[in-house]
């Protein structure tokens, strides 16, 4: 399935229970067994009732045991079941994901399989459904089944059609996805049984065999499936579609329905050595048409496609789309076994497509470049999938991975002379030339997706269970990382033994069960080479390679070039030469570990490349340019760019663009933002915001220093070491005995070591960390004995424990810290949590916070605890950014931000005992409008005034343009303690009025980190 970023993954409590029963049912397993598998023979009745939408059906199947082990029992996966209730491992899985769709669906659009009654050699077997997936069963034998016997399982089935929204079954309308759709055995190998529940990330493992397929339906409906059609009366009406459709001249917007037929029409479709049939059904479908012949044999093949009003200006060259991927995969990989290849023009929800044995389904492109890569990918996968059956579930990267690449090589042949970021993205000219962009290619667009969560260190091993992986980790390692690294493989290997590596593997496995060692012996067997550290290095694990060339020493032959592997794993690099910035020549240098010299023959060269221009196994390869002579070799000319830029190792880049500001004291700020971030994170990042204060007449501005250390195979996996100076203006106090005015200015200098722990392997939503701080203040201040001006210098020290959860439905934030003083220690805990209880997601936000001073001494109240949310006199750690820091009235004076107690209402008491408070929103059916409520209650409470109670409340209506970024708070509802002080201060409704302004939310950097999870 083709590129699948925006999915979550199954929820860990139903995948460990399947663990659970997958590890008891191959305890005894042996795994040096001979290869061996079982045999499917299918034959299938089943008749579309497109008014129930539902299907009834006969299944009847020819189990053949080749296995030397006598089977007792049978597992069998009825995935339809997938979609019945909130319980299945599918629909976990999904709401994972943020998708709660099939969670709220009500029966009517959900589906199952009903009315099975299994039998085996016609008689009546026990069967045990399993208690924690209903989409699993297994058939107690009667009699043993013995090596090379067969028996006959015979079952009837129904089967309720979902909403094709939710996953890869489903309807429409009366456009029909049938897929994943009849009684199934589960695949037995030598590791055991291998029953699995159904789910949206994560594909299937099948046993091979044959079908024999009737479809009983209106009669005006179209029908493409697996395999050949065998109704002479059909295939009369197919060919009668073709000339139909190649005479249409305009396509209509009308894309209804038409009326269901009052008559049925009894269609066959047969074919074997596959796994797997599905079938597709619209009374819409235009079908075209192309026959190719395949360059070895000379073999025919009919390459359809058929698609709807829809996009069917898209669609007018999708066969030739589908003619070229056949041809290609028969000639790379190994020809194509069967004489028919199929692209559907679909609606579904599981990626943008989907395959199955020589037909695919394809959903709404963006363009004819989208729809030429959607095609040419899930056609590979009757190679990949179809012909070379690994077990997806288990080793995704076998089959998307590799697919993969094929894929994007075709793309790249396909483009050599074109520009692909623009017609793949569909971006305008000016702004690719901008991004530097414009001569980006294929693998360099996967390799950008696999090193944005890289170089954060959030990637995951490369064969993990694919339930394992985050959405952006499934995209970008089991298709974008493995892609890349077989090119690379490719380059280091030579085209043409990959290729017959490739090849051979293909001979040796088709139509059978490959395992990682299975491909990496056929490798290391034609190529002779030791390729372990790729197969069970760069493609299984997470280590990663980082290297150098420090050093470059002329010699009589050429150049002695030192290199230095900083990473964890030893693989070859690509180690180039230039002059005059032409290319020379490259060499590959063999795996290495540390330091190694090599000895590289050419004429004079002005500099030296690691990674170029193949591909190499370094992912970070800003350090990887050496000069041949002078000073300071290692560093590269320097680029000036406007805002930022793709990330080019042969030039130090530096990016520029304006900055304006404001704030009420300095005024109206400009000046310029100086950076070297760009969308791939470097180990070490800065900004330099220098500005000018207009109505100030003084300088102003921010900087931001940022060094990131990724660890492996250590409880931390990273340490971010930040520095955060800031210089504004902070008020203007006027001064009565000598009528006149002095500024009051702020440096603070902010510095952060975060160290995050290791994260799971498996599903790492869950993210803890530990940071100190250090924040240094200088406040410059007017002492009116002796009256002079002079800097306050303010320290303090902070430890926090956080745990991040980055559920997509439940997020939650937990953190507690300890800060010190020159004169006190606090300690406090705040926990933020939003609760998704409707489809639209997180409806429900809940903060808690709790603290209280655990040491005081001639202390002056400072860092008291506020019930009210801060505003910007509240900031004592000068950490906020506040356009009215000191501002008692207007406009400014009513910014805030989420801090201590967190009342809306302005309510002005502090304390330096103890504090707790309970913040609260839930989502109205009115976009962006949510309602507040607050409650706090702090040491001495009711006895603040006469008959106070020991608790503060409000509630209100919030406004909520971008969330906790942008956002507008009116309490409707105060409690009379807030009301008497809001009465005594004679405060005018709109008074009551607050408001969050806080950009840094909204920052690029922050949004880069944040959703690069």
Not at 454 to 471: E, K, V
Request: charge should be neutral; proline fraction near 4%.
């Amino acid at each position: 399935m083709i590129k699948i970023i925006n999915r979550k993954f199954a929820g860990i409590i139903s995948m460990c229970s399947f663990c659970i029963c997958q590890l008891a049912s191959t305890a005894f397993a042996n795994n040096d067994k001979a290869y061996f598998q079982q045999q499917v023979e299918y034959k299938i009745s089943v008749t579309l009732d497109d008014k129930k939408h539902q299907l009834s059906g006969d299944a009847e199947m020819k189990y053949i045991n080749h296995s030397p082990d006598i089977l007792t029992e049978i597992y069998f996966h009825l995935w339809p079941n997938a979609y019945k209730d909130r319980t299945s491992a599918l629909c976990k899985q999904l709401v994972s994901e943020g998708n709660m769709q099939l969670y709220f669906a009500p029966d009517s659009l959900r589906g199952f399989m009903d009315e099975l009654d299994f039998k085996v050699n016609n008689k009546p077997v026990t069967v045990v459904y399993d208690s924690l997936n209903a989409d699993i069963c297994r058939l107690i034998l009667n009699q043993p089944l013995k090596p090379e016997d067969s028996i006959t399982i015979t079952t009837p089935f129904r089967v309720k059609i979902p909403d094709a929204k939710f996953s890869r079954l489903g309807h429409i309308g009366d456009s029909y996805m049938i897929s994943q759709w009849y009684p199934k055995p589960a695949v037995y190998d030598k590791f055991g049984w291998h029953p699995m529940p159904y789910l949206s990330q994560g594909e299937f493992y099948s046993e091979y065999g044959s079908f024999d397929v009737r479809i009983t339906l209106p009669e005006n409906y179209v029908v493409a499936a697996s395999g050949y059609l065998q109704t002479p009366s059909e295939i009369e009406f197919i060919k009668n579609k073709i000339a139909e459709s190649s005479s249409v001249a305009t396509y209509s917007s009308d894309n209804s329905f038409p009326i269901s037929s009052d008559k049925f029409k009894t269609i066959q479709f047969v074919i074997d050595s596959v796994h797997d049939f599905a079938w597709f059904a619209d009374k819409r479908f235009h079908i075209s048409h192309k026959t190719i012949q395949l360059p070895q044999s000379g073999k025919q093949v009919e390459c359809y496609a058929y698609f709807t009003n829809s996009q069917p200006y898209l669609w007018l060259k999708a066969a030739s789309e589908v003619a070229d991927a056949v041809r290609f995969y028969s000639e790379k990989v190994g020809e194509y076994p069967y004489g028919i290849c199929t692209a559907v023009d679909g609606t579904l929800a599981a990626g943008v497509g989907m395959e199955y044995p020589t037909i695919t389904v394809i959903g709404n492109s963006t363009s004819e470049a989208d729809l030429c890569e959607s095609i040419t990918h899930e056609v590979g996968h009757n190679w990949f999938y179809g012909i070379l059956g690994s077990n997806e579930r288990d080793h995704a990267w076998m089959d998307e991975g590799i697919n993969s690449f094929y894929e994007i090589s075709l793309r790249d042949f396909k483009y050599k002379d074109k520009n692909y970021i623009r017609d793949y993205l569909q971006l305008p000219e000016w702004m690719i030339k901008k991004a530097g962009v414009e001569n980006l290619k294929p693998f360099d667009l996967n390799n950008l997706f696999y090193q944005l969560l890289a170089r954060q260190n959030n990637d995951q091993p490369g064969d993990l269970s694919s339930s394992c992986y985050t959405p952006l980790n499934y995209g970008a390692v089991v298709y974008s990382k493995t892609a890349v690294n077989f090119y690379s493989l490719k380059k280091y290997l030579g085209d043409s033994l990959f290729d017959s590596c490739m090849q051979q593997y293909f001979q040796e496995w088709k139509f059978k069960h490959p395992s990682p060692d299975d491909i990496r012996q056929v490798f290391e067997k034609v190529s002779g080479k030791s390729l372990n550290w790729f197969f069970k290095g760069v493609i299984t694990s997470k280590d990663k390679s980082d290297f150098k060339i420090v050093g470059v020493k002329k010699v009589s032959n050429g150049y002695s070039l030192r290199l230095k592997n900083s990473g964890q794993l030893s693989v070859p690099v690509s180690i180039s030469a230039y002059r005059n910035n032409q290319f020379l020549k490259s060499v590959w240098v063999e795996p290495f570990s540390n330091k190694t010299d090599v000895t590289f023959t050419t004429d004079d060269a002005d500099y030296f490349l690691a990674d170029s221009p193949d591909y190499s196994f370094d992912y970070y390869p800003l350090n990887n340019f050496c000069r041949s002579r002078g000073i300071f070799r290692r560093f590269n000319k320097v680029e000036f760019s406007f805002l930022s830029k793709y990330e080019n190792p042969l030039s130090t880049q530096l990016f520029y663009l304006p900055a304006i500001g404001y704030n009420s004291y300095n005024g109206l700020m400009a000046g310029v933002i100086l950076h070297n971030i760009s969308a791939l994170k470097k180990k070490f990042e800065f900004s330099l915001m220098p500005m000018y204060g207009f109505k100030s007449r003084t300088p102003a501005g921010t900087a931001m220093f940022n060094y990131s250390f990724l660890l492996d195979k250590t409880f931390i996996d990273r340490i971010d070491v930040t520095a955060n100076p800031r210089y504004f203006r902070a008020d203007r106090q006027y001064l009565n005995s000598r009528n006149e005015f002095y500024n009051q200015d702020y440096f603070s200098l902010p510095v952060h070591i975060k160290f995050r722990v290791a994260r799971a392997y498996c599903k790492p939503d869950v993210e803890y960390s530990f940071r100190v701080s250090n924040i240094l203040n200088h406040i410059r201040q007017y002492e009116y004995k002796p009256d002079h001006l002079y800097w306050q210098r303010r320290m303090y020290q902070q430890v926090a424990l956080l745990r991040n959860s980055y559920s997509q439905t439940d997020p939650s934030t937990v953190e507690w810290m300890t800060e010190r003083g020159e004169d006190y220690i606090k300690s406090q805990i705040s926990v933020e949590k939003e609760f998704t209880l409707t489809k639209h997601k997180k409806d429900l936000y809940l903060r808690f916070f709790a603290g209280t001073f655990l040491y005081k001494n001639n202390y002056d109240g400072e860092a008291n605890f506020t019930s009210s949310a801060w505003m910007g006199r509240d900031d004592y750690l000068l950490q906020e950014f506040f356009s009215g820091r000191n501002d008692g009235s207007g406009f400014w004076s009513h910014q805030m931000v989420m801090r201590a107690g967190g009342m809306k209402a302005y309510y002005p008491v502090k304390t330096n005992h103890w504090m707790f408070g309970i913040n609260t929103s839930v989502k109205t059916p009115l976009p962006g409008i949510r309602v507040f409520a607050d409650l706090i209650s702090f040491y001495k409470a009711s006895a603040v005034t006469p008959g106070a109670s020991s608790v503060r409340y409000d509630a209100g209506i919030c406004l909520s343009i971008f969330k906790d970024a942008v956002e507008v708070y009116l309490p409707l509802v105060i409690s009379k303690e807030i009301k008497t002080y809001y009465d005594l201060n004679d405060y005018k409704y709109t008074d009551r009025i607050r408001f969050v302004f806080d950009l840094h939310k909204l920052n690029p950097v922050r949004l880069r980190d944040l959703y690069s999870r």
